[in-house]
């Protein structure tokens, strides 16, 4: 298994990147959502396009419910929005005037548009998403390297990881979900509140992990910062039940699923790091995505679907693994069970009674990016590489990135989102 982002092999490794650092101000990452279907024009549900400049969708939605004098639940949105960033989406509010939405004056936040509807917006209403994004600390004359590589991005398609912000601040969101479909409580007690990591973890922080690991839990209570507020209620359980059980599922249920959806992302993602050489290529067994519905279907001949599959008509597809979702047969399936059980899992594992009422789906190894366009220039903050393009609603653009600068910078970067924000982007993934 590959646990760094850096890590994950990229389709373009043999052509040179142009390093560069991407979200140096808000401006210079900007995001328009491309909605699923337009507003009907009447309900009691307004769908509102607005733009946000440095707030977390969840932010966003607080501001909002505030002056409206409204609960957040009235406020309906499709996706989650990079906080380090300038973005365009929609939200759906219940019950309001339209007037009094349009003439709202908020710091950080415009209305662009209302439009009623009957129905509330959800996650995964969502078409696409274009991005404009300008690479700083590069030389504008290297625009000329990045074509090579958005060529074969667009012919063979750009890999479909998720992004580092899946995983957690720490990275081990994974192995947390692991851990709880293992039943391996103390497992879970481990890697939440002990296992200090010197990369990820402060002063404070390490020491208080490091008790725990030494089974001092007065002295871990005492050094959990207040802010560390899910930790220090966890500890305080197992130390008044003595029971690992009884803490581990004191644990928000939210919380729970969102480690879950996250060993469900890094499943997928080892699989398309294996698969990386063959990314457009079909295996007998596996299950393809029709790229024009979404739809799948058992491949028994892959060398007579190959030709739709290089057309882009279809792609192979990875596991998001859960008690519905189609199990490939032959190589591919084998891939699969071989990724499960190095958490120690079995393909089946989503069946067993109680072990979170996940769906699962297929997901294309690959998307393509579409209305591509790049350009080098210089303006008050210096030089920078500018690229715009647009990628299927799920997919990531530090992904796309990352194959473009050949540098850590680009993934790095999305560790700005709150942990708030990573938490709404797996349950878009979660139950499909």
Known sequence: MIHRMQDLPLLTSDLPGVGGVLKQRPEDFIVQEIPLYPAGGEGEHLYCEIEKRGLTTFQAISRLAE???????????????DAHAVTRQFLSIQGVDENRVQTLALRDISILSCKR?????RLGHLAAN???????????????RIQPILERLEQRGMPNYFGEQRF????NNDLLGAALLRGDHMGVLKLLLGTPDPAHDDSQNLGARKAFDEHDNDKAMRLWPHRAGMERRILARLMKTSRPSAAVY??????????VSALQSRVFNDIVAQRIAGLDQLMD????YKHENGACFHVENAAAEQPRCANFEISPTGP?????MSTPTGKPGQMES???AQYGLAPDIFRQSGKFKIKGARRPLRVKPYDVRYSGGVDERGGYIQLSFTLPSGSFATVLMAEVTKSDIAVEETQRQSEESVATQENEHADL
């Open 250 to 259: 004191a644990i928000d249920e939210p919380i729970r699923r969102l480690w």
């Open 338 to 340: 071989e990724v499960l």
């Open 130 to 144: 274009a991005f404009t994004l300008k690479l700083r600390q590069v030389q504008p004359t290297d625009v000329v």
């Open 168 to 171: 957690g601040r720490r990275g």
């Open 117 to 121: 509807h009957n129905n509330k917006l």
């Open 67 to 81: 002056a409206l004098d409204v609960s957040s639940r009235q406020i309906g949105y499709a996706g989650m929005k």
């Open 320 to 324: 998001l693994v859960g008690y519905r």
């Open 285 to 288: 067994g596996d299950w393809a």
